[in-house]
């Protein structure tokens, strides 16, 4: 019971435009790039970086690599939810940048009375857990609109740094 | 009810006399009835066709809704009842509860099963909690759960008569697939094709669970249940480590080759037939070679489950062309020659016909013109490539390459058909198809393996063929000479199953929910329906109380449900931005309806 009144409340405080909207991240612009290619916002957190001429940065053009790999089966393409999973493009307006990486990493349970919606634990899974940002980074995007329902065909090159990150974390020689 | 005590009883009187063959005589006595809807194909040939014919091609339009009934389950319902007697017996997606309804009894709920499951499973199904259906025999109904769990139910009182595992989910095996029974055994396939998981095909004793074979899709030769020497291909021996040789290493271990289709039976031949689907992962370059047998037809016996004949459709997939389409078993002429045929229609867009006895291929064309992955198959028996598809540079994600996107393969990794069954008509000699309508790019790029964990691979986006806006055909097709006779256009792909009837009139459903009938001979829409969801459920037809139903489960999800949710944000933000299912959402939403339908009294 006390669990159903705190989802209650959380509704509200979501439809009163409260707390619950101010936990997602802040201003999307880039202020900072890092050696990897990864723009952060001010407060630190990653972001997309979109130029003029619609060039986007490594880490967009990654996460919507990977989204519709690991992701779309459920979740929709685009981030657009599908029949049994919700749009992220739109969780990822209501959710702080530690959530989503505690969400993918560990997994949630999302019970209601018409059913039962289970998200995996993908923190085992390098094909996910290695692009966590990347992905944070795409879906950002989309919650912006920032970036459409399209492939990225300009793209920055990925850096050196990245690749060297990348093969030490999916453990390629 | 009396019926089905009666049936019950029988069954168990001829068990005793004869033994283990007796659920297979009562099987297709029982399926040779066209009052009943005894097997999840209809009959052991896979057909879906009805000798009932009270509703024809010129009262079909009178059509009503008789009686509906509320799974009470939200997620994508595929197959359809099982009808015997005066019992009908409906499943649904996980959790997967069984109801047994009573038809003479005002459809009242006799007995419910719902097994506890845990939910983990939920997320390791690749593309919905599905649930193809349930078998009967021997006085029993089987289920097969989504966490690979097969029950035996007595079909009375929904008892547990005896449970077996057949997988496990924790490393990615799931149960979708509908069991057939086929003599004294239980077959049931598994489903886990994008987890990298060893797929196989299993039999259970019918009486006890005890596994009797396992024949693997990959891996070596006393695991695949062939014989080096009698087990052939296009009419040669396949000979020794035939899948072995065709994996790098030890990668057949983690090679897929699911078995979650439909399956069929030859009872004078006695042979069983079954596709296997995609090797894992979704990236080619990662896995070289042929990949045996993955993308397959099996031809096995179903006593030792060694096979007879295979034949691979599409070597070295770079697609997700899985293979595990039903095979339609047919005895048509061919150049004037009698023939037992098997014909299947794959996800990589073409219809094969072979000889189901010995396996030669006759005739393999596209079924939808939009093809264009492969300029066809090599007919040329004396051809080193004799049965390839020659794959087109343009379409080849492995010679682009990893991290290289192919733009406009068709069909998209959806197939130009997926599960939805297709119908067979012995009355025109034309098998009735749902299609997809929709081609993909893809891009495939490292992946690394994790038991348990998505094993795929490769990105893709989808949408219909360039320059036009439909996405799904219904078709009726020559098998004898490889043509479309008709076809007509659909909105959404046709992601149910479809049923030919005495009647002249071919019934199917579409993805906004409705059930359609269209004239058997040129495909005119004489009836439609529009039911509470979209449906992803195969049309059903029987008779009770001297009045014939057509009967069809509702409710939208699967592959095709995948994109429901997502509406058009901006339609000319071109090709890539229009996802396969995009509108869909303005036109149905979640819920399991059966809905049955007849004529008025």
């Given at each position: 019971?006390?669990?159903?009144?705190?989802?209650?409340?959380?509704?509200?405080?979501?439809?009163?435009?409260?707390?619950?909207?101010?936990?997602?991240?802040?201003?999307?612009?880039?202020?900072?790039?890092?050696?990897?290619?990864?723009?952060?916002?001010?407060?630190?957190?990653?972001?997309?970086?979109?130029?003029?001429?619609?060039?986007?940065?490594?880490?967009?053009?990654?996460?919507?690599?990977?989204?519709?790999?690991?992701?779309?089966?459920?979740?929709?393409?685009?981030?657009?939810?599908?029949?049994?999973?919700?749009?992220?493009?739109?969780?990822?307006?209501?959710?702080?940048?530690?959530?989503?990486?505690?969400?993918?990493?560990?997994?949630?349970?999302?019970?209601?009375?018409?059913?039962?919606?289970?998200?995996?634990?993908?923190?085992?899974?390098?094909?996910?857990?290695?692009?966590?940002?990347?992905?944070?980074?795409?879906?950002?995007?989309?919650?912006?609109?920032?970036?459409?329902?399209?492939?990225?065909?300009?793209?920055?090159?990925?850096?050196?740094?990245?690749?060297?990150?990348?093969?030490?974390?999916?453990?390629?020689? | 009810?009396?019926?089905?005590?009666?049936?019950?009883?029988?069954?168990?009187?001829?068990?005793?006399?004869?033994?283990?063959?007796?659920?297979?005589?009562?099987?297709?006595?029982?399926?040779?009835?066209?009052?009943?809807?005894?097997?999840?194909t209809?009959d052991y040939a896979n057909t879906?066709?009805?000798?009932?014919?009270?509703?024809?091609?010129?009262?079909?339009?009178?059509?009503?809704?008789?009686?509906?009934?509320?799974?009470?389950?939200?997620?994508?319902?595929?197959?359809?009842?099982?009808?015997?007697?005066?019992?009908?017996?409906?499943?649904?997606?996980?959790?997967?509860?069984?109801?047994?309804?009573?038809?003479?009894?005002?459809?009242?709920?006799?007995?419910?099963?719902?097994?506890?499951?845990?939910?983990?499973?939920?997320?390791?199904?690749?593309?919905?909690?599905?649930?193809?259906?349930?078998?009967?025999?021997?006085?029993?109904?089987?289920?097969?759960?989504?966490?690979?769990?097969?029950?035996?139910?007595?079909?009375?009182?929904?008892?547990?008569?005896?449970?077996?595992?057949?997988?496990?989910?924790?490393?990615?095996?799931?149960?979708?697939?509908?069991?057939m029974?086929i003599?004294?055994?239980?077959l049931?396939g598994?489903?886990?094709?994008?987890?990298?998981?060893?797929?196989?095909m299993?039999?259970?004793?019918?009486?006890?669970?005890?596994?009797?074979?396992?024949g693997?899709?990959?891996?070596?030769?006393?695991?695949?249940?062939?014989?080096?020497?009698?087990?052939?291909?296009?009419?040669?021996?396949?000979?020794?480590?035939?899948?072995?040789?065709?994996?790098?290493?030890?990668?057949?271990?983690?090679?897929?080759?699911?078995t979650?289709g439909w399956i069929s039976y030859d009872p004078e031949l006695n042979l069983v037939y079954y596709g296997s689907?995609?090797?894992?992962?979704?990236?080619?370059?990662?896995?070289?070679?042929?990949?045996?047998?993955?993308?397959t037809i099996w031809a096995r016996n179903p006593?030792?489950g060694?096979a007879k004949w295979v034949y691979?459709m599409?070597?070295?997939?770079?697609?997700?062309?899985?293979g595990v389409n039903e095979m339609i078993l047919s005895?048509?002429?061919?150049?004037?020659?009698?023939?037992k045929l098997l014909t299947h229609?794959?996800?990589?867009?073409?219809?094969y016909t072979l000889d189901r006895v010995n396996g030669?291929?006759?005739?393999?064309?596209?079924?939808?013109?939009?093809?264009?992955?492969?300029?066809?198959?090599?007919?040329?028996?004396?051809?080193?490539?004799?049965?390839?598809?020659?794959?087109?540079?343009?379409?080849?994600?492995?010679?682009?390459?990893?991290?290289?996107?192919?733009?406009?393969?068709?069909?998209?990794?959806?197939?130009?058909?997926?599960?939805?069954p297709?119908?067979?008509?012995?009355?025109?000699?034309?098998?009735?198809?749902?299609?997809?309508?929709?081609?993909?790019?893809?891009?495939?790029?490292?992946?690394?393996?994790?038991?348990?964990?998505?094993?795929?691979?490769?990105?893709?986006?989808?949408?219909?063929?360039?320059?036009?806006?439909?996405?799904?055909?219904?078709?009726?097709?020559?098998?004898?000479?490889?043509?479309?006779?008709?076809?007509?256009?659909?909105?959404?792909?046709?992601?149910?199953?479809?049923?030919?009837?005495?009647?002249?009139?071919?019934?199917?459903?579409?993805?906004?929910?409705?059930?359609?009938?269209?004239?058997?001979?040129?495909?005119?829409?004489?009836?439609?329906?529009?039911?509470?969801?979209?449906?992803?459920?195969?049309?059903?037809?029987?008779?009770?109380?001297?009045?014939?139903?057509?009967?069809?489960?509702?409710?939208?999800?699967?592959?095709?449900?995948?994109?429901?949710?997502?509406?058009?944000?901006?339609?000319?933000?071109?090709?890539?931005?229009?996802?396969?299912?995009?509108?869909?959402?303005?036109?149905?939403?979640?819920?399991?309806?059966?809905?049955?339908?007849?004529?008025?009294?």
């Amino acid at each position: 019971m006390r669990k159903i009144c705190s989802v209650i409340a959380a509704t509200i405080l979501v439809a009163s435009g409260g707390i619950a909207v101010a936990d997602g991240p802040g201003d999307p612009t880039a202020v900072k790039k890092e050696d990897d290619g990864k723009w952060l916002d001010k407060e630190g957190i990653p972001t997309y970086k979109i130029s003029a001429d619609g060039a986007v940065d490594w880490f967009t053009y990654s996460g919507y690599r990977r989204y519709h790999s690991d992701c779309h089966v459920c979740h929709g393409p685009d981030g657009m939810g599908s029949t049994y999973a919700p749009a992220l493009k739109d969780s990822v307006k209501t959710m702080s940048y530690g959530d989503f990486l505690g969400v993918v990493a560990s997994g949630r349970k999302n019970i209601s009375t018409a059913q039962e919606n289970v998200m995996p634990a993908f923190g085992d899974n390098p094909n996910v857990a290695c692009y966590m940002d990347d992905l944070y980074v795409y879906l950002r995007a989309r919650s912006t609109e920032a970036w459409g329902r399209q492939r990225p065909s300009k793209k920055d090159e990925k850096t050196e740094a990245y690749t060297k990150a990348e093969d030490a974390c999916m453990g390629n020689k | 009810m009396r019926k089905v005590l009666l049936a019950t009883f029988l069954g168990s009187a001829a068990a005793l006399a004869v033994g283990s063959a007796s659920a297979n005589d009562e099987l297709i006595k029982m399926s040779q009835n066209p009052k009943d809807w005894v097997m999840p194909t209809g009959d052991y040939a896979n057909t879906r066709y009805s000798k009932l014919n009270q509703i024809n091609a010129q009262n079909v339009g009178k059509l009503q809704v008789a009686w509906t009934f509320s799974t009470g389950v939200l997620r994508g319902h595929e197959g359809g009842p099982l009808i015997i007697g005066n019992m009908m017996y409906v499943h649904t997606p996980f959790p997967n509860k069984v109801y047994a309804i009573d038809l003479s009894q005002e459809n009242k709920i006799v007995w419910r099963y719902e097994p506890k499951q845990d939910p983990n499973v939920i997320p390791v199904m690749c593309c919905d909690t599905v649930n193809r259906g349930l078998a009967y025999g021997d006085g029993k109904i089987f289920l097969h759960q989504a966490d690979t769990t097969l029950v035996a139910l007595d079909v009375k009182t929904g008892q547990v008569a005896w449970t077996v595992k057949n997988g496990d989910p924790s490393k990615g095996e799931t149960g979708t697939s509908a069991p057939m029974v086929i003599k004294d055994k239980v077959l049931i396939g598994i489903s886990g094709g994008e987890f990298g998981v060893q797929a196989h095909m299993s039999a259970y004793d019918i009486k006890t669970g005890k596994l009797a074979w396992r024949g693997y899709s990959e891996g070596p030769d006393d695991q695949l249940l062939v014989d080096a020497e009698k087990t052939t291909a296009l009419g040669k021996p396949i000979g020794k480590d035939s899948s072995l040789k065709t994996w790098q290493g030890d990668q057949w271990k983690i090679g897929g080759g699911a078995t979650w289709g439909w399956i069929s039976y030859d009872p004078e031949l006695n042979l069983v037939y079954y596709g296997s689907g995609n090797p894992s992962t979704w990236n080619p370059k990662q896995r070289p070679g042929d990949n045996k047998w993955s993308m397959t037809i099996w031809a096995r016996n179903p006593d030792t489950g060694v096979a007879k004949w295979v034949y691979q459709m599409t070597p070295h997939d770079e697609w997700d062309y899985d293979g595990v389409n039903e095979m339609i078993l047919s005895d048509q002429a061919i150049n004037g020659q009698p023939r037992k045929l098997l014909t299947h229609f794959d996800r990589n867009g073409l219809a094969y016909t072979l000889d189901r006895v010995n396996g030669e291929l006759l005739v393999a064309e596209k079924y939808d013109p939009k093809v264009n992955w492969t300029s066809g198959v090599d007919m040329d028996k004396n051809s080193p490539t004799y049965g390839r598809p020659k794959v087109l540079d343009a379409a080849s994600t492995d010679k682009a390459g990893e991290d290289h996107n192919v733009k406009g393969i068709c069909p998209a990794a959806l197939g130009t058909k997926d599960e939805q069954p297709a119908a067979y008509s012995p009355d025109t000699q034309l098998f009735y198809v749902p299609t997809n309508h929709v081609c993909m790019d893809y891009e495939p790029f490292k992946v690394s393996y994790t038991a348990g964990q998505p094993y795929v691979g490769a990105t893709l986006s989808m949408y219909p063929p360039q320059g036009e806006s439909h996405m799904g055909n219904f078709i009726a097709w020559d098998g004898k000479t490889g043509k479309i006779v008709w076809s007509n256009k659909e909105q959404f792909s046709v992601w149910s199953g479809a049923l030919a009837t005495a009647g002249n009139v071919v019934f199917y459903g579409t993805l906004e929910g409705y059930l359609k009938a269209v004239d058997a001979k040129t495909g005119k829409e004489l009836y439609k329906f529009k039911t509470p969801s979209g449906i992803i459920g195969n049309v059903t037809t029987y008779e009770n109380g001297g009045k014939q139903y057509v009967a069809v489960l509702s409710g939208v999800g699967g592959w095709a449900g995948i994109g429901l949710a997502a509406g058009l944000t901006d339609p000319t933000a071109g090709l890539g931005a229009v996802g396969g299912y995009a509108a869909l959402s303005n036109y149905t939403a979640l819920g399991g309806t059966l809905t049955v339908f007849s004529l008025p009294n």
